[in-house]
């Protein structure tokens, strides 16, 4: 099992850059396929970056190009790295284990708190 608490978000304009963190515990880290989710008010939670254990990753188009994740399994952690940020990125963000299912990538494992990123015009 892994228990995930996320850190490093904040209220930033337009254009600036956040690097969020994402704590893990369990022995399962360093085999997990990782992700980063948000979930925007009134809007569903979206998976917009993964990484596997292998250090291959994935992004939603939305955040495909300004949006870094990576692992340090060394240290039990998950970043996000967010560069360019949009008010659109407003969410909270949220990190967790991912499993393959029909359509993709889902989570599998239990939520955390989430840090909030919001982005001024």
């Known amino acids: 099992q892994v228990q995930l608490a996320e850190s490093g978000g904040g209220l930033v304009q337009a254009g600036d850059s956040l690097r969020l963190s994402c704590a893990a515990s369990?022995?399962?880290?360093?085999?997990?396929?990782m992700g980063w989710f948000r979930q925007a008010p009134g809007k569903q939670r979206e998976l917009v970056a993964a990484?596997?254990?292998?250090?291959?990753?994935n992004y939603a188009d939305s955040v495909k190009g300004r949006f870094t994740i990576s692992r340090d399994n060394a240290k039990n952690t998950v970043y996000l790295q967010m560069n360019s940020l949009k008010p659109d990125d407003t969410a909270v963000y949220y990190c967790?284990?991912?499993?393959?299912?029909?359509?993709?990538?889902?989570?599998?494992?239990?939520w955390g708190q989430g840090t909030q990123v919001t982005v001024s015009s």
């Open positions: 967790n284990t991912l499993k393959r299912v029909f359509t993709g990538w889902v989570p599998s494992g239990s």
């Open positions: 369990g022995r399962t880290f360093s085999s997990a396929v």
């Open positions: 990484i596997t254990s292998g250090g291959t990753t």
